[in-house]
T-cell receptor, first 114, second 114 residues
Framework: AQSVTQPDIHITVSEGASLELRCNYSYGATPYLFWYVQSPGQGLQLLLKYFSGDTLVQGIKGFEAEFKRSQSSFNLRKPSVHWSDAAEYFCAVAPGGGADGLTFGKGTHLIIQP | SAVISQKPSRDICQRGTSLTIQCQVDSQVTMMFWYRQQPGQSLTLIAT?????????ESGFVIDKFPISRPNLTFSTLTVSNMSPEDSSIYLC???????????FGQGTRLTVV
């Protein structure tokens, strides 16, 4: 069975600083990979996804993620964070893309310092 | 994209009672998914609901506790039966677009069992 590990439960970053959120997955082949953001009281919003092609994918809100097969990682990055980026971030995998339910990591809570 | 409406958005229920959560999608979809997000935790897939067939439950979830209906391609319900305080969670409905692999989520139903 697939699994997702987000090793950082909380991350604090100063506004304007760069950000990297880590995600490692366990699966026999390359799964479909996703990053979602959940703001307080809000639903889940897809930031970006990867299933093939260029290993550096661009998403919304200035986020990007890089797939590294050798490390089974799909880390999320942003060059300069804004206070509005404070939220919970979830990495997720799906073996069959849209045909399967998602397996989520435990999430990383991002705190932005002024 | 798909727009998903869930009802109720929140409820406070007495232990031992049951609550039925409704999920309405603005387009026809083959597969619908139900997730649970316990307080401060990640999302866990409860079951996959296909129209015209029995729902498929993940390990740890059973039909007697979480019966699901899927009467047509735009609607599904999840019932939380014989509730206990441990069932206090956010329950989310989701659909996926097999063309883009993107999963869309409702706003969730915040359930508190007292």
């Amino acid at each position: 069975a697939q699994s997702v590990t987000q090793p950082d439960i909380h991350i604090t970053v100063s506004e304007g600083a760069s950000l990297e959120l880590r995600c490692n997955y366990s699966y026999g082949a390359t799964p479909y990979l996703f990053w979602y953001v959940q703001s307080p009281g809000q639903g889940l919003q897809l930031l970006l996804k990867y299933f093939s092609g260029d290993t550096l994918v661009q998403g919304i809100k200035g986020f990007e993620a890089e797939f590294k097969r050798s490390q089974s990682s799909f880390n999320l990055r942003k060059p300069s964070v804004h206070w509005s980026d404070a939220a919970e971030y979830f990495c997720a995998v799906a073996p069959g893309g849209g045909a399967d339910g998602l397996t989520f990591g435990k999430g990383t809570h991002l705190i932005i310092q002024p | 994209s798909a727009v998903i409406s869930q009802k109720p958005s929140r409820d406070i229920c007495q232990r031992g009672t049951s609550l039925t959560i409704q999920c309405q999608v603005d387009s026809q979809v083959t597969m619908m998914f139900w997730y649970r997000q316990q307080p401060g935790q990640s999302l866990t897939l409860i079951a996959t609901a296909n129209q015209g067939s029995e729902a498929t439950y993940e390990s740890g979830f059973v039909i007697d506790k979480f019966p699901i209906s899927r009467p047509n391609l735009t609607f599904s319900t999840l019932t939380v039966s014989n509730m206990s305080p441990e069932d206090s969670s956010i329950y989310l409905c989701s659909v996926s677009d097999p063309r883009t692999t993107e999963a869309f989520f409702g706003q969730g139903t915040r359930l508190t069992v007292v």
